[in-house]
């Protein structure tokens, strides 16, 4: 059954597919921003109903965001893990509130606390912060030791230092 | 005639409320009817994921505990496998049964939380403070093995960190003795009890298409009819060795998601049984040096915690702290998704009774 | 046989101390210990302790575990509109000095920056011996004539 999932996806999206590993019961496709949108389309409709989660991580050094979107299909019993980088100057991407509908509340947390612009979404209100005014708390720039050492604590006080 | 004007009133089903623990919901009603909900979380949120990137591995399976307040054995457990399976690490057998052990006891002890907090909102007084003291069985257990009574800070990457004692083995076969007994009078002074029937049947029902498109997992997505158990699809730890049934329901409302956690207890006690009879001598833990600190690689370990399917996302780049972890909640999606589609429609009064037959946990949404 | 004598209150603040009433706020992870005492475990009831739904009908306010900032301005409010005399109990060491999330964005360090705090219970979460002997501790300093605020 994998092997048919990965050799139809090969087949429909021949330069879209940067990557893919199969082990375990589970694929992962690392895969280019233009065609991710159909890439998940196409996953849905061989059966991969249920979403788990977005993911988001911030690689700085290298100035791009990695959305990983994990699926579960009940049928199969599989896990499909799809990885698409977008740079992280203009962080937009499409929504994938069509397809599930359950996605709009990850979007929405990750709008809050990484800054990505998901194009769709019908409520990128502020979710877990109110009138937060720095830039997103996860963003690998925010150093939140030093935030909590100027809002927090006076300028001669010890607090405990953990790592350095 | 004169003009009526029609207008719509909007409560606050507010942070400091009886039966909301600590989430706020806006509700907009008409009358009595609910026209729709909208929530507001975030009174919990501690930015954890951010906290964990600044603590080396084994301070974070201290942390991780207080992720989830009412099944806090699950994070550990997720988190710790999640790193080994970046290392390669295989984790004795004696250690992968108490795991499991301690795993399906946190089951047994979120389920009777639960069971005390639905009764408490319902207005039954009498099964709360039943229920709450039933507890204090697990919790004893928990201090014998651990040392600590709610957040056990017990297991470690490599397998956990002492061994049970003949003490622990002998108590815990007493607790469960004393629990099953106390199921069948759960049967018939909760369950069975035509008031609780009542107020929960039809209620807040959902079909399994609109539930799995909703992103519903655990006892809510099983009361449905979809048999999704990690812990059979996916096994991890001592699972493979154990038999036990998934329980599904086909009728979707609140009573079935009741009745699926109420067989769940009797499924764990009987895991827990066989687990503590086919109990392996030999090591608990495996040695480590300082290379398991400095790892490279991503993991994504799936593992079903009492509320649903919990997974944890680790990326970690060669230094102590970890680059990134993501922790994927059960909790977010019952209250902030399927919360709002099941409260449309209702009336004011279920509005609690539909909340806690979701089981949720502000805290593991908040994280 | 020896002959029982009705117990007579004889003032108004040993009247207080044995029948506190706490507003049911579920604060945050530092109330699972609090569930004993609610439930048969421990069972609060016996020394006349009930939670209540409204601010108003209150004497007691436990804070117990962290509070955020989002949470601070509800605290902030449920506490004013509490009558006099009121009580605060701050339990668990999230409220003293931060504790286990001290570095985090989203937390205030100490609770005694928005209200006033009359006892401090350690632990993390305390036990649920240590909170017994720190309401009986209050209940004493009321009877004591403890002012409130």
Redesign the interface.
């Known amino acids: 059954m994998i092997s048919d999932i990965e050799s139809r996806l090969k087949s429909k999206f021949p330069d879209s597919l940067l990557n893919v590993v199969s082990k375990d019961k589970r694929i992962t496709f690392s895969v280019k921003k233009e065609k991710f949108y159909s890439i998940l389309s196409e996953l849905k409709d061989i059966g991969f109903d249920h979403l788990s989660d977005v993911t988001a991580v911030d690689y700085i050094d290298e100035q791009e965001f990695e959305l990983i979107y994990h699926l579960w299909s009940h049928r199969e019993k599989i896990r499909a893990i799809v990885k698409v980088r977008i740079p992280r100057e203009v962080p937009t991407v499409k929504s994938v509130v069509g397809l599930w509908t359950g996605a709009q509340m990850h979007e929405r947390e990750d709008h809050e606390l990484f800054g990505i612009n998901f194009e769709g979404n019908p409520n990128l209100a502020e979710l877990f912060l109110e009138d937060w005014e720095e830039i997103p708390p996860f963003r690998k720039d925010f150093d939140t030791r030093k935030y909590v050492k100027e809002k927090y604590y006076q300028e001669d006080e010890q607090y405990p230092i953990v790592k350095g | 005639m004169e003009e009526r004007e029609i207008a719509f009133l909007t409560i606050p089903f507010g ?4 039966a909301s ?2 989430f706020h919901a806006l509700l907009k009603v008409d009358g009595e009817t609910v026209l729709g909900l909208e929530p507001h ?7 954890f ?3 964990m990137e ?3 591995h084994p ?1 974070n399976c201290v ?1 991780v505990d ?1 992720a989830d ?2 099944d806090p054995f699950s994070c550990e457990l997720g988190y710790a496998n999640a790193i080994e399976k970046i290392a390669g690490l295989e984790i004795p057998q004696r250690g992968r049964y108490i795991r499991t052990i301690m795993a399906e006891l946190g089951r047994i002890l979120s389920h009777i ?1 639960w069971i ?1 907090v639905l009764s408490m909102v319902l207005g039954f007084d009498s099964a ?6 039933d ?2 069985k697990i ?1 004893r257990l928990n201090e014998i093995a651990t040392g600590g ?3 056990p800070c017990y297991l470690c990457i490599g397998g956990v960190r002492r061994d049970i004692s003949q003490e622990f083995v002998d108590e815990t076969s007493k607790a469960l003795d004393y629990l099953e007994g106390q199921l069948s009078f759960y049967d018939y002074f909760v369950f069975k009890n035509e008031t609780f029937v009542m107020r929960m049947e039809k209620v807040g029902r959902m079909s399994a298409e609109e539930a ?4 519903a ?1 655990g006892p809510n997505l099983r009361a449905c009819g ?1 048999d ?1 158990d990690v812990r059979k ?2 096994p991890y730890e001592a699972y493979p060795e154990v038999e036990f049934n998934v329980i599904t329901r086909e009728e979707g409302d609140a009573y079935a998601r009741s009745l699926c956690r109420r067989d769940e207890i009797a499924e764990s006690i009987s895991i827990v049984r066989q687990l503590l009879k086919n109990l392996p001598d030999g090591s608990y833990r495996v040695e480590l040096g300082p290379e398991c600190i400095t790892l490279e690689g991503e993991s ?1 370990f ?1 593992l079903e915690s009492a509320r649903g ?1 919990k ?1 944890f ?1 680790v ?1 970690s780049d060669g230094s102590p ?1 970890p ?2 972890v ?1 922790i ?1 909640a059960p909790s ?2 019952h209250t ?2 399927e919360f709002p589609y099941l409260a449309k429609g209702s009336t004011i009064a279920d509005i609690p009774a539909i909340y806690w037959s979701l089981d949720s946990c502000p ?1 593991d949404m ?1 994280r | 046989m020896k002959k029982l004598t009705p117990k007579v209150i004889k003032s108004k603040s040993e009247a207080r101390a044995w029948s506190v009433w706490v507003i049911n706020y579920f604060t945050a992870c530092g109330f699972m210990e609090l569930l004993p005492w609610v439930g048969s475990g421990y069972d609060m009831e016996r020394f006349g302790i009930l939670p209540v739904p409204s601010p108003r009908h209150a004497d007691v306010f436990i804070i117990a575990g962290y509070v955020t900032t989002k949470a601070a301005k509800r605290i902030k409010m449920i506490y004013d509109q509490m009558a006099s005399p009121k009580y605060v109990l701050a339990l668990g060491s999230c409220p003293m000095t931060g504790g286990m999330y001290w570095d985090s964005y989203a937390t205030i360090k100490r609770v005694d920056e928005i209200i006033p705090v009359d006892l401090w219970i350690e632990g993390c979460p305390p036990k649920p011996e240590n909170i017994g002997h720190g309401i009986v501790m209050a209940a004493n300093a009321i009877k004591g004539g403890l002012k409130g605020h």
């Not at chain 2, 942070?15 to 009886?18: F, I, Y």
């Not at chain 2, 709360?128 to 003291?133: F, L, M, S, V």
């Not at chain 2, 799995?212 to 992103?215: K, V």
């Open positions: 942070p400091q409320h009886p623990g600590h979380p975030g009174y919990l949120h501690r930015g994921e951010k906290l600044y603590r080396v301070q942390l207080r307040v009412l939380t005390g709360n403070k039943i229920a709450w003291g507890r204090e919790l009574r709610l957040y799995i498109d909703l992103g997992t979809i999704y699809d996916e994504y799936c399917e997974c996302h990326v702290c680059y990134r993501k994927r977010f999606l902030l998704t805290a908040d």
